[in-house]
């Protein structure tokens, strides 16, 4: 039978009857859908009145994609409107012999549809946005009797349920919630997370929660709210008390992508009064998160987190708390503040209120529920006086003596999933199932081999198989066996859902197979009730041939053969037998394709010059295509963005296959496809292809993935100005399922690439130092190794061979800070300049002024120890040197190494505590530490001018920790600045981070 290769399907618009129109007819057309994944099956005959003749009637399933679905309008009075629907079979080429058609219906009065079908002769292949041209009503036998067309539309309904249920807490006021807003920002000093218990296998398919932008009260979401969320799924560690493990899942959520609305304000004591808003985020189908294989309770983590640009916004987001509900506190996650698929908790602690009142977080869970399987190939057994069959049991036993197989026809793409089959058991007629039930069934396909003319179609090679031992089986009723007179046998209905590694993917078209089922019993002990499968009458069957018996191979496995057997046949040679079994399968789509970040690019600095710059990488991204089909990928489009002129500094984009999987672009990688902006600012497309010609299509097999990198080749050309960026977004890409033939979804994006910036040549610390005051530099890829932005307004910075550091100065009143953790990789461009002192070219110690700061992650650099009177050290270029001795009548300078701004560890004795010394940041508590070099910076022990002057190197109080007591023995940790003494002279100061820099001794012997 020659099947269409799709139906395309369209509904118009009413043009009704009227002083125009002598007949009501379609208008234009407004929607369409091209269907490759129909399914047919026989419903009867068809009587044609006007020749008098019979023809085999068929019924047409199509389930649309939910993406797919036609959204009627509803006009003000709440009527929906009159539509048309055409329906057209398109074929693969124009000789059909049996071309398809539209079953007609003789028209019901009582229709509400206000008039008959009509023939279309222009357009013949409508399109959307086309109208109707020319067409006459189907009417017979004469104008009056109009047809119409059979056909029904039906509607499904999601239904939603909970997963998890944690809504914010309602005050005594209307549109009041009891809780505060805790700060949950990506990259930033902490994020929020809280745990839940998932009940059942169903999967999380869409995430509501609620939050508050600090200090904010306006009715729409501030100007600067985040651009994305992150949303993570951990496992739990069920300590005292418990915590994330290990994040496995995580969504990146354009804000644009959900649906945000005001719905109140918070109230609690001792935190402001915020505008409080619900956030609705409905997960794509491919990305809903299905809980790990084990126990069915399962407690998880979910963090929800705010994504900014490197700006920190005026009005920072945070997660909406409410009293405590159930299992763990909610808690605050200091480590990782940017966590990623297989990272690990490392430090955090639990949220509670003022008075240790333990708190959670407001979420909600929902998942979705859909419709069953839908039918892919429909044979059940031929009812004969229900609840009885008329069939007998064929022993089909694997390895014995035959087994049995049918054949069917394939008219989609789509897998067979489920096998629903009926058998008995021989001799056995209870509704019970026998005390020897087999292990398992084996089902095995073959290729079909048509008949020669004078023989039977069989099958040809076995091409797939799998074995199934969690069937189910229901008694249906008894079986009437034509051949006998014997008692009725008890038929059973058997069912396995296959794992989706066995489903049975067939080739595009229309294609005949053959599918054995066997019983499978382990053991060779011989059994009295040996099972068959049933059979049924053939009769209006789409697949051609009758059932057969295999005689050989009867333990059939891929690559064999068919080699004996015979059709199933009674009474005679006329009265075909078929066996009794349905196939389903899922509602299907093609293939897809999913994008996602594989090694991080960080953001980094380009030094323009001549000649052209290439394979500067600016993403690394993993393209997979789901387990369906292979997938080839055609084309991916990037949108610039950036202060500099993409078109004129960017000479080339090119996509590479990173086949090391270095992140790198190297010799070994396959470039795939190149490509240029057409504009500043603008958008292009790439086609994608092995190169170089003939190009080629980049396969990516099913359920498998590539490592791919897209690098930019800079131009070169030497005007351009220090500070300029450049980045891109992944707005879309293309790809064909190359069985099916269809575009398939793409799935993961946007993406961003990381930000390039133009500067001048990277120099190390010691480079920057050398050079004049208020010299501009860029500095690439220095280690963080303290944050003291909050207090000094200074982070610090250091090569990672620890041979020099410097500060990055930043008032916490910019604003123009991107928080970050010790170990970070920063790059800074700016101009170095003195601070703290009279003039700016009288400072004591030389910093970074930043222009631009760019964050990668990394590790931390261990301190260098060091003795007093080797930490600072003589001037280093525009770094002026400290002063050993302050109380003679010319100070005595250090000599030495500098090591002003690095991370330095020293000892000592502590010979004195003043609880306040005049720095340039305030009036501050210091005390000194020596271990015997007797150093004397100028400071005074006491206020008391009679006081001896301070002996050692001075360091700062932290303000959460007392001054220790004079006489102890510490080690100190921190970072050597170097600050004015009474007389302005530069003398040193160790700034430890935190508590754990400082570590008390016992006294030496």
Known sequence: MELPAYFHITIWTDVPRGPQELFSHPGEVIWEYDSYDFAGQFAGWDYDPRANSCETCFRFDVYLPDKNWFFQEISPAGDAGIYWLSIEAVYAYSDVQHPWGWKTVQRDPQSPAPDCAVRIFDPLYPQSGMTYQSGEPISWPDAANGWDLAFNLTSRTTLHGYKWQQPPVPGMMV????????????????????????????????????????????????????PVFHIGVWTNVPEDPSHPGQMIWQWWVPRNQLYEKRVGFDTYLGHPSDTCFRYDFEIPRREWFYQMPGPITTIYWLSISAVYSWLPPQHPWGWKTREHMAW???????????????????????????????????????????????????????????????????????????????????VSVRPVTDIHWWGSFLGWSSGHLPPRMPDGFHFTMWTDVPPDGAGYSHPGEVIWHAYCDHFTSEFVGWDIDPQSDRVPEACFKFECKLPREDWFLQKAGSNIYWLSIAAVYLDDVLQEH??????????????????????????????????????????????????????????????????????????????????????????????????????AWNT?????????????????????????????????????????????????TINLGWLPPPVTPVIIPAGGRISVLVSYTMSGLA???????????????????????????VYGLPLYSAVKVAGPPCVTIGKAKQLPVDSQVCLCGKVLTADFWNTLGLFYIEEQDRSAGIGVYMMPTEGDRQPANIGDHVSVLGRTMLIYGMTPDRGTELVIMPERILYAPGSPVSPVG???????????????????????????????????????????RVTCYNPEIETPWGRQPVFWIDDGSALMDGFLCATDPAIVPTRGVAVLVRPDLPGPVPGGYWGITGILKAIPNPMGEPVRLLVPRDARDMTPYPEPE
């Open 175 to 226: 549109d009041q919630y009891i809780g505060w807003d805790e700060p949950s920002v990506y990259r930033s000093e902490q994020i929020v997370a809280d745990d839940w218990l998932c009940l059942g296998p169903d999967p999380v398919t869409d995430i509501h929660w609620w939050g508050s932008y600090y200090g904010y009260n306006g009715v729409m979401p501030p100007v600067d709210a985040p």
């Open 328 to 410: 763990d506190d909610a808690v605050k996650i200091f480590d990782p503040t940017a966590p990623a698929v297989g990272d690990t908790y490392k430090s955090g602690r639990p949220i509670v209120d003022g008075s240790g009142k333990s708190m959670d977080t407001s979420f909600e869970l929902t998942t979705r529920h859909f419709s069953e399987a839908y039918l892919k190939w429909q044979q059940p057994p031929k009812p004969y006086h229900a609840p009885a069959f008329n069939g007998w049991d064929e022993l089909s036993v694997y390895g014995r003596k035959q087994i049995v197989a049918d054949d069917w026809t394939c």
């Open 530 to 631: 040996l099972w068959g499968w049933k059979t049924r009458p053939r009769k209006h069957s789409l697949a051609p041939d009758d059932a057969v018996r295999i005689f050989d191979p009867t333990a059939p496995w891929e690559g064999m053969n068919y080699v004996d057997g015979e059709p199933i046949f009674w009474p005679d040679r006329e009265h075909s037998w078929d066996m009794a079994f349905v196939l389903t399968t899922v509602a299907a789509w093609p293939g897809s394709l999913s994008f996602e970040h594989n090694h991080r690019i960080p953001d980094h600095f380009w030094y323009p010059h001549a000649p052209s710059d290439p394979h500067n990488e600016m993403a690394s991204l993993w393209v997979s295509a789901d387990p369906t089909e292979d997938v």
């Open 636 to 684: 991916i489009t990037l949108q610039a963005y950036g202060s500099g002129n993409d078109a004129a500094d960017i000479a080339s984009i090119d996509v590479w296959i990173d086949n090391n999987d270095d992140g790198k672009v190297d010799s070994g990688d396959t470039l795939i496809g190149s490509g240029a902006y057409p504009f500043d600012d603008g958008a292009v």
């Open 719 to 745: 005007g351009v100005a220090p500070g300029l960026d450049y980045w891109f977004e992944i707005t879309n890409a293309t790809g064909t399922g190359t069985v099916s033939g269809l575009p398939v979804p």
């Open 866 to 908: 060091t003795s007093n009177r080797s930490s600072g050290g003589g001037r280093f270029g525009s770094q002026p040197g400290v002063v050993d001795f302050a109380w003679t009548i010319t100070p005595k300078p250090a000599f030495g190494l500098s090591t002003v701004g690095m991370l330095l560890r020293a000892w000592g």
